[in-house]
Structures are given as C-alpha cells and as structure tokens.
C-alpha cells in the first residue's frame, strides 16, 4: 500500500513542478501583453458606454486617456516614464508599447477624477470626445432640478393651483430620475469590475491550457513513460518522494502570493524549481529532436504520442490542483502508516511469561 502511495506522490511531485513551470511561463505571457490592462481597458469602455449612451462613440479614445494617466498607469510605458528605451520601443513596438501603457487597475473615485480632468485641460479642447464627456459629466440632477424650478415658478403663474401642482410633480419626477454620469459610473463599477475579472480569469486559463500542451510536446513530457520508469526504479521513486515537501512549499509560496511579479522574479523562480527537480532525476528542459526520435522509439510512436497527449491534459489542470492533490496523498501516506504501524503492534505476539517459582515457606 505504501509502495503505490509513493508512486502517486512521485508523480504528483512530477505534475506539480511542471505544473508550476507552466503556471511562471502563463504569468510572464500576462505580464508581457499586459493582460489585466487590457481586460480592464474593455471593462472600462463597457462602463462608460452604459453610463451615457452618448458616449459610446468615444468611449474607446477616453478610456485611452485614462488607462494612460500618468497617475494611473503603473507602467514603464507611462506618459511621464522615466524609462529611457520607452521611445526606442514604442517607435519599434507601438502595438506592444500601447498593451504594456495601460493601468492594471483603477478605483471608481479616480475614475471620475481622472474623467474630470480630461473634460478641464484646455489642450484637450479640440479632441472629438471632448464635447460629448462634458456633456455627460454635466448632467447633474440637482443643476438641471434648479434650472427646472425658475422656469416653472414663470409657468405656474398663468396656471390653475391644480394644474400648477401636476406641472410640479411631472417636472420633479422627470428630472429627479435622471442620474449623472458619476452616479452611474458608481451604480454599475463593481459589476463591471466583476466581469473584467471573470473574463481575465478566463484568458488565463485558455493560455495555461495552451501553454501545458507545449510544454508537453516540446518537453516530450509522456505520461505513461513516467509512472513506468516511477513504478519501476525506486531510487527515482524516493529521490521524488523526499522532494514533495520542499515542491510543496513553493507551489503554496507561489500559489498565496497575489501580488504582480516581475519578468526576472518569474526567470529566478523557474531555475530553482528546475535545480529542484534535477535533485530528485527529472529533468526540466527541452530534448533535441534526435532525442525525441530515440525517446519515441523506446516507447513507440504510438505509446508515445498518447502519453504526450495524456501529459498535456493532467498538466491543464493547473498548479492549485496538483497542490491539493500532493497535500491530500501525502496526509493520507501518513495515516496509511500510522494505521500499518498499529496494525504490526497488535498483531505481535505477547511476550512469554517468565518461569514461575514456588513460593517459599
């Protein structure tokens, strides 16, 4: 029992490395085309298009201004970027350079502070949206509710008492419910928010999935290979096994951190994860083509293809899921022995009872 436990840990510890390899090169892929930024940058578009109508026209150049705010964006790439190859990569990789501009996040009050700017710098008078955000923006009830008064207080005066008070209650009903571009923006922000996420998340994952099938190709990562050659050697076998705590470690290290990591922190992660692997005999690297002709001619063209395509799926599940299922075996290793342990002390003989002697009188 103990024996097919440390197989399946063994492998797991395999899965979870690579796992984790694909989830470091998942984040340098996002981090490298910006795609929170992005996602919040179509978010933001979705805001402003149903807080007015009337900006659905603009609202893609004024999301542009503000994902690019200097106070904004968190990027190199800023307006104000101290960055001195900015212009060199922007000239070269404008596309790119625009990805990596935008904000990763915003919050709703400086949303609306950074709108209101943009509607008061004069230089940006002559820009297309201009008219129409200031319009929106000046749409506020309690103004058009004043302006609404003094003219009805004019009418009112030719008017009966009781259509003079029907005037005044269709006038407040009317104007009352209309709400500012700032109150809608607030109305809808989380649930706007909330899909940028989802949709994020969901990026992400079709990336992971992606990247797990290449890496299993290009890494010739053959899932029946590896519990035959795990099965088999059991110096491969504990080599692994003695790692699982320290692969542990850093997938739930990994796993906890929410925070955005940069390109090098994601490089120096990898090489450690691979030093460790190498430890335990598994090598993380890519084979040469001839090695992966000699590899498939060990295990057969067929064989060999099918446990790629194997590897490729268990490595789709993803880093959190191979986490839990390492923790979860080697708990479970834990108790099996503690259980066999106890099993072997009652199922040992009582030691005999020493020769008896007669008392003396």
Excluded at 221 to 250: E, H, P, W
Excluded at 255 to 282: G, W
Excluded at 285 to 298: C, I, K, L, Q
Aim: glycine share 6%; aromatic share 6%; charged share 20%.
């Amino acid at each position: 029992m103990l024996q097919q436990l440390d197989v399946a840990i063994a492998i797991v510890v395999v899965l979870l490395g690579v796992s984790l390899f694909v989830t470091i090169l998942t984040q340098m892929i996002s981090s490298l085309l910006n795609l929170r930024g992005s996602h919040l940058r179509a978010g933001l578009v979705t805001l402003l298009k149903t807080a007015d109508p009337g900006l659905e026209a603009h609202a893609d150049a004024i999301v542009a201004r503000v994902v690019t705010h200097p106070l904004l964006s968190d990027s190199a790439f800023s307006q104000q970027s101290p960055f001195k190859a900015k212009d060199w990569v922007e000239k070269r990789m404008p596309a790119l350079a625009g990805h990596w501009r935008c904000a990763s996040a915003v919050r709703p009050n400086e949303l609306k502070a950074i709108l209101r700017e943009l509607v008061a710098a004069g230089a940006n008078s002559s820009e297309p949206w201009h008219a129409a955000l200031a319009t929106a923006l000046g749409k506020d009830p309690d103004r058009l509710l004043g302006r609404a008064r003094v003219t009805l207080d004019e009418l009112k005066k030719g008017l009966t008492p009781a259509a003079a008070a029907r005037l005044q209650s269709s006038i407040d009903s009317a104007v009352s419910s209309i709400s500012g571009v700032d109150a809608r923006i607030d109305e809808w922000f989380d649930a706007a928010m909330n899909r940028v996420s989802q949709r994020f998340t969901l990026n992400v994952r079709v990336w992971t999935a992606g990247i797990a099938v290449a890496v299993a190709i290009l890494m010739h990562f053959d899932a029946i290979d590896l519990y035959n050659k795990v099965a088999a050697d059991k110096s491969v076998r504990d080599s692994l096994v003695s790692m699982a705590g320290a692969v542990r470690t850093q997938a739930e290290q990994d796993l906890s951190n929410k925070q955005t990591r940069t390109i090098d922190d994601l490089s120096t992660e990898a090489r450690e994860l691979r030093s460790k692997l190498a430890v335990a005999q598994f090598q993380l690297d890519v084979p040469t083509w001839p090695e992966h002709v000699r590899r498939f001619g060990a295990t057969g063209w067929g064989a060999g293809i099918v446990g790629i395509l194997i590897g490729a799926a268990l490595l789709s599940l993803g880093s959190p899921f191979w986490f839990h299922a390492l923790k979860g075996l080697t708990s479970l290793k834990t108790t099996v022995a503690s259980a066999i342990d106890q099993e072997k002390q009652s199922a040992a003989p009582a030691p005999a009872a020493g020769p008896s002697t007669a008392a003396r009188v």
